[in-house]
């Protein structure tokens, strides 16, 4: 079953401009993570917040998580056409041991 | 820098065949996985192992099975491959302990006809 939803499935912005994803969950977590995946390639770890944590910042990536809403988001500030990808959170079970449940993504494309 | 490999990146089989994907880390994690991922329906786990020889079912083991025989190496094995088993077969390994960032292979996209 699908733990995480993103939302909103596709984002097509201007160079420049903000990106927000939005992540819905449905359980209990140990942490939430965002990869990024171009196309036809595998997926790359960005960040990584704690049930404990609720903001967390990487350069231009800024990711909040509100536990009592079972939500998260992830901001990209100042986007570049280099950007464009799709976005995808993953959620860690507080006894899931190593595994991930991946949601079905956002595509983002920056437009130059 | 965490090296994933996958030992091919296209592949073709016919059906019925019998499909071995390999994965291959160099950074000794315990952790290994294979997803496949289809369009709409993101990132499926099939199986992961978190150490040699052990292996757990994922959320669709159906028609797939495993191997672990050396910690660096995972092995993805499609007894008899079924067009509906086209796909992007994606491998990833993590370190212990607990849920950790995964790092994935570039995938092998398959094609069963």
Redo the contacts between chains.
């Keep these: 079953?699908?733990q995480g939803e993103e939302d909103p499935q596709a984002l097509s912005i201007q160079e420049g401009e903000n990106a927000t994803m939005n992540c819905s969950y449905k359980t209990s977590i140990?942490?939430l993570?965002w990869?990024r995946q171009n196309s036809?390639?595998?997926?790359?770890?960005l960040i990584?917040i704690r049930s404990n944590e609720r903001e967390k910042h990487s350069g231009r990536l800024r990711v909040t998580l509100d536990t009592s809403k079972k939500s998260s988001s992830l901001l990209i500030t100042a986007s570049r056409a280099a950007d464009t990808a799709s976005y995808?959170c993953?959620t860690?079970?507080p006894y899931?041991?190593?595994?991930?449940?991946?949601?079905?993504?956002t595509q983002l494309t920056v437009n130059p | 820098d965490v090296k994933v490999t996958q030992s091919s990146r296209y592949l073709v089989k016919r059906t019925g065949e019998k499909v071995f994907l390999e994965c291959v880390q160099d950074m000794d994690h315990e952790n290994m996985f294979w997803y496949r991922q289809d369009p709409g329906l993101g990132l499926r786990l099939i199986y992961f192992s978190y150490d040699v020889k052990m292996k757990e079912k994922g959320d669709i083991p159906e028609g797939y099975s495993v191997s672990r025989e050396k910690k660096e190496r995972f092995s993805l094995i499609l007894e008899s491959a079924s067009t509906n088993q086209t796909s992007m077969y994606l491998c990833a390994s993590s370190p212990d302990p607990g849920t950790r960032e995964q790092y994935f292979g570039p995938g092998t996209r398959l094609t069963v006809t």
């Design positions: 079953s699908q140990n942490n993570q990869y036809g390639r595998g997926l790359v770890h990584l995808f993953a860690g079970l899931g041991g190593s595994r991930l449940t991946f949601g079905e993504g």
